[in-house]
């Protein structure tokens, strides 16, 4: 039903508050959903609020490069990276409320163009860095050296381009016709019209990032800041924790990285990413550190002394298989949602006579679509035919396998918020270690266009499902998610560079890089094929695959116990990373179950933007020691002196 004329009249006087999202959709023909949507959800609001403006742009860029930090150093650590939408929606509006209280700014932002601004963000802040710390950290692993730093950016950006692109025909079907949910984007909606209906909530919610935020920096700083001070190294929380765990545990299991650690960061994770996955990591560390690797060291194959890094090129295979088989698995078991998607591309690519002129006046057009795939295309070519020998027409055959599964990715993200990008960039490993047998670099590659343009694609749909249930207009939302792509690659790529100074940080104590291991794993394994392995990882690889379907197969078979079934990324997962990982999350998890019984509506309220604050605080502290410890090699590093 149209919306009454006085709103029509007086739009900039509709309160948010009065305003209810339109969840349960619109019905008809796609014709009469676009309209039912024009009429009521966007008149009176995208076409007179502001969106698009330098101060949503600019904030966007720099709450974006800012959690660009975070998402590195805690993907380098766990292998997880963290939406930064709702983090930046809280962090804006306290930001602009205080600036407009203080004389600074006339008027605060509006809701729309706090919606631009998150996608700005959200596009600088994860579509960025992911492929880092997966295909490039993967690259490090097996060559010795990480790419070039100009070959590095361009590699970044391109695929950014050819991933938000790459979106543009999906939006119209997923999101106007069939009105996909897109769970994440309506938790961004829902943050959006919460704090601009009700100011006092949303600065208590960002009050709580900020102390969150503050305390665990100056907690991390007294674990790793201290350690390079010499005169406080002996009283920081990382050596008592490692004086502890020698007397309690003893040489040989510590050596096992069986010991205690204290990182908050990994506890807010926990808590966010609750108690099934959580006890699943704690699981897998039980049966990984505490079984198989002293059954390793028993048979000889593993020194007792060997650490995490000796430790981990056995432990990774198993781990890996469970994820790899069962995540494909899982991707069958979804074929009617991948042959929808399939079946979309027709409805995408036809003719749209029949929209209305005011829609296609504010929908993405299609050139852009055309414009961003072609220039991709021409740049990845020949940077991967420049760089690794990679003939042209594979790497066509790269992005045209990028669109059909970015298709599938994108509709899974909308129907579970999941977005199988590991599975994805598997299957083109698969592809391409048949088409171009023993280049595990090639390989590696041509998986990284895959995983990046779906992660790119199923961020910006997720970004404008919000947009769209706000009211939005979605070609300024596209400009401002475009906009991101160039401050996330700068700050993700030098701050990537500068992290991981050298080969060895990768794979270490510090920066296990589980994503990094488990690409490396597959392109290595089918580059040598499965034969140069000993019996052993042979035997692991079969064992763990097996565990891998069991665990997929379950929730299947019983459907309503799923949440009480073990998740098997979360228990492959710890098979590449530290025992005390494990407990990390767990300690989390039990913290966000125990609050969420306790005070429902508190936990409701601050759970995330107190872990939110936690990760982000903890994080930018641990970059900003990395930066510290390392400045005059850095300075040499790109300076030349």
Request: proline share 5%.
């Amino acid at each position: 039903m149209p919306i009454s004329e006085p709103a029509r009249m007086n739009p900039a006087k509709k309160n948010e508050e009065e305003f209810p999202l339109p969840l349960a959709g619109f019905t008809g023909t796609p014709e009469e959903i676009e309209r039912q949507w024009f009429e009521q959800v966007y008149r009176g609001r995208g076409d007179s609020m502001k969106q698009l403006t330098w101060r949503a742009v600019l904030m966007g860029s720099v709450l974006g490069a800012i959690l660009s930090l975070t998402n590195l150093y805690i993907g380098l650590k766990s292998g997880w990276g963290m939406g930064v939408a709702i983090t930046a929606c809280i962090l804006s509006f306290a930001i602009w409320t205080t600036f407009v209280k203080i004389g600074l700014a006339k008027v605060p932002m509006t809701i729309l163009e706090n919606n631009c601004m998150q996608s700005c963000a959200s596009s600088a802040g994860y579509s960025t860095g992911g492929t880092l710390v997966s295909a490039f950290a993967a690259f490090i692993l097996l060559n010795g050296h990480a790419l070039p730093l100009p070959l590095t950016f361009a590699w970044v950006f391109f695929l950014a381009i050819l991933g938000v692109t790459m979106a543009i025909p999906m939006k119209k079907q997923m999101i106007n016709i069939e009105q996909l949910r897109f769970p994440s984007g309506v938790a961004a909606a829902e943050t959006l019209r919460a704090l601009h209906s009700h100011g006092q909530k949303g600065m208590r919610a960002a009050k709580a990032l900020g102390i969150a935020g503050a305390i665990a920096a100056i907690d991390n700083f007294i674990h790793d800041g201290f350690a390079v001070i010499p005169k406080l190294a002996a009283f920081s929380s990382d050596t008592l924790c490692t004086k502890f765990s020698a007397f309690l545990f003893g040489p040989t299991w510590v050596g096992r990285t069986v010991m205690f650690s204290w990182e908050p960061i990994f506890i807010a994770s926990g808590a966010i990413m609750g108690m099934r996955v959580c006890l699943s990591i704690l699981l897998g560390s039980f049966a990984c550190w505490m079984m198989y690797v002293p059954a390793l060291q028993n048979a000889g194959l593993i020194k007792a002394t060997g650490g995490f890094r000796e430790c981990v090129q056995w432990t990774l295979w198993p781990g890996v298989s469970c994820m790899v088989f069962a995540s494909l698995l899982n991707f069958i078991l979804q074929w009617r949602i991948s042959l929808r998607a399939f079946l979309d591309l027709g409805k995408m690519f036809s003719p749209k006579s029949k929209t209305p002129t005011e829609m296609e006046a504010i929908e993405t057009p299609m050139t852009w679509f055309a414009a961003g795939q072609f220039i991709s295309l021409v740049a990845l070519a020949l940077l991967a035919h420049a760089s690794f020998g990679m003939p042209y027409w594979q790497s066509a055959l790269a992005v045209v396998l990028s669109f059909a599964l970015a298709l599938v990715a994108c509709r899974i993200t909308g129907e579970t918020d999941t977005t199988p990008i590991g599975p994805l960039g598997k299957v083109t490993q698969l592809t391409f270690g048949a088409l171009s047998p023993g280049n595990m670099n090639v390989n590696l590659m041509a998986a990284n266009i895959t995983a990046g343009a779906a992660g790119s694609s199923a961020d910006l749909l997720t970004d404008l499902k919000s947009g769209y249930l706000l009211g939005a207009n979605p070609r300024k939302q596209f400009l401002a998610q475009f906009a991101g792509i160039f401050i996330g690659t700068v700050v993700s790529v030098f701050a990537f560079t500068l992290i991981v100074n050298k080969p060895e940080v990768i794979g270490s104590d510090q920066f296990p890089a589980p994503a990094a291991q488990t690409w490396a794993a597959v392109a290595q394994a089918l580059s040598k094929g499965f034969e140069a392995l000993a019996p052993a990882k042979i035997w692991s690889i079969a064992i763990g695959g097996a565990v891998g379907i069991v665990f997929a197969i379950l929730p299947v078979i019983f459907p309503k116990q799923e949440k009480y079934l073990p998740s098997a990324s979360g228990f492959g997962l710890a098979w590449i990373f530290q025992w005390y990982y494990g407990v990390l999350f767990f300690m989390g998890a039990v913290i966000g179950w125990w609050w969420q019984k306790k005070s429902p509506a508190k936990s409701e309220e601050f759970l995330f933007p107190v872990a939110s604050g936690v990760m982000a605080g903890g994080a930018l502290m641990g970059v900003a020691i990395i930066f510290w410890q390392n400045g005059p090699e850095m300075w040499r590093k790109f300076f030349g002196h």
